[in-house]
């Protein structure tokens, strides 16, 4: 059993940032990919990031690149999401979950294939 545990949220004006952090508990954590997503009102849950078990491989939304770095220290059973250059359109319930497999070596970038999520941290940012 794994318990993601999302801080970091909060309020920011447009071009401002944050750094989102998901504590997961359990000691499986480190061969288990991780992803971030997020869910605006009225709309549906989307990937943001993604990133495999050892933190070589990384995905990244259309919308975000260049702007949001995914990152995990296993050390620490952690994954971060840089935001940078934040956009109002980013306001949204932003989600850690991990992979039920365990040992797999890709990343994962559809809801379905993630079997642990975190409460969810909220993001607003202003313009």
């Known amino acids: 059993q794994l318990q993601l545990v999302e801080s970091g949220g909060g309020l920011v004006q447009a071009g401002g940032s944050l750094r989102l952090s998901c504590a997961a508990s359990?000691?499986?954590?480190?061969?288990?990919?991780m992803g971030w997503f997020r869910q605006a009102p009225g709309k549906e849950r989307e990937i943001v990031a993604a990133?495999?078990?050892?933190?070589?491989?990384?995905y990244y939304t259309d919308s975000v690149k260049g702007r949001f770095t995914i990152s995990r220290d296993n050390a620490k059973n952690t994954v971060y999401l840089q935001m940078n250059s934040l956009k109002p359109e980013a306001t949204a319930v932003y989600y850690c979950?991990?992979?039920?497999?365990?040992?797999?070596?890709?990343?994962?970038?559809?809801?379905?294939?993630?079997?642990?999520w975190g409460q969810g941290t909220q993001v607003t940012v202003s313009s």
């Open positions: 359990g000691r499986t954590f480190s061969v288990r990919a």
């Open positions: 979950a991990a992979t039920g497999a365990v040992g797999s070596s890709n990343v994962y970038t559809v809801g379905h294939q993630y079997d642990y």
């Open positions: 990133i495999d078990r050892s933190g070589g491989r990384t």
